[in-house]
């Protein structure tokens, strides 16, 4: 890992939303490992789907990592309705993280009004818990040109994070892309990398490219614990 700092590598692991258990086929099992992994190197986030909540709430007590869950996943496609009503539930039992997708396909069709619409609705219902609010905007599917007009959208509703893929859609995300959306919404909004992290030097890589988190899987583990000791 050459020029990676131990400051830098101290930084990405704080800013980490650990996602090894948003699977299709995670259970129980895992998703306690994964809490047990976030408490162990601090993290900043561990990640399930809603069905898995209560274990998150649970085993993520006092430790100081937020409990996340996603919200209209994998498309976005859901009705406002499904989307703000799976946001209450999850907040009213304790999620402290959410990471909504926006919908894809209407934003695809130029319905941007829609779009905005949608997330709004989401924001309101959030907004009260205080929590961080992110919003996905999937961008294999988009081109360049479509980014800036979804980072626009995002900053301009004053949410707190844009979020660069589900992992369950087309593309990664890549250096590109976040200097790209850093140069479209500057300070004033969070940049979560997701997809395309397949280790330390690729989070370092996009955290100096601008973002602010990073989501990452099990090989980071593998990759830590070699470096153990690491600089704490």
């Keep these: 890992m ?5 400051e830098e590598i101290n930084r990405l692991v704080s800013a ?10 995670a259970g129980e099992k895992e998703v306690r490992a994964v809490c047990e992994d976030a408490k162990r190197f601090r993290f900043r986030a561990a990640v399930a789907f809603p069905q898995y909540l ?3 709430v649970d085993e993520l007590k006092d430790s ?18 499904v989307k703000c009503t799976e946001a209450e ?3 009213t039992r304790g999620a402290t993280d959410l990471d909504m997708v926006m919908n894809i396909s209407a934003f695809k069709n130029g319905e941007y009004t829609r779009v905005e619409k949608d997330i709004a609705e989401v924001m309101k219902v959030a907004k009260p818990y205080g929590i961080p609010f992110k919003v996905i905007i999937e961008i294999g599917a988009l081109t360049d040109e479509e980014k800036v007009t979804a980072c626009k959208i995002i900053m301009g509703l004053n949410a707190d ?6 992992g369950f859609g087309p593309g990664r995300a890549t250096v ?31 955290m100096r490219a601008g973002a602010t988190v990073v989501a990452m899987r099990k090989f980071l583990i593998e990759q830590l614990d070699s470096l153990r000791p690491y600089p704490q």
Excluded: N
Excluded at 16 to 25: G, Q, R, V
Excluded at 64 to 81: L, M, S
């Design 176 to 206: 590109h892309d976040i200097t790209l959306i850093k140069s479209t919404v500057g300070d004033s909004t969070g940049i979560k990398a997701s997809g395309g992290v397949a280790s330390i030097e690729d989070g370092i890589a996009f």
């Design 89 to 91: 539930e999850g907040l």
């Design 54 to 56: 209560g274990i998150l």
């Design 2 to 6: 050459y020029g990676i700092t131990a």
């Design 64 to 81: 100081g990592v937020r409990a996340q869950i996603p919200v209209g996943f994998p498309c976005g496609g859901v009705t406002t309705y």
């Design 161 to 166: 994070f844009v979020k660069t893929c589900t």
């Design 16 to 25: 980490i939303d650990y996602s090894e258990a948003l699977t299709i086929t």
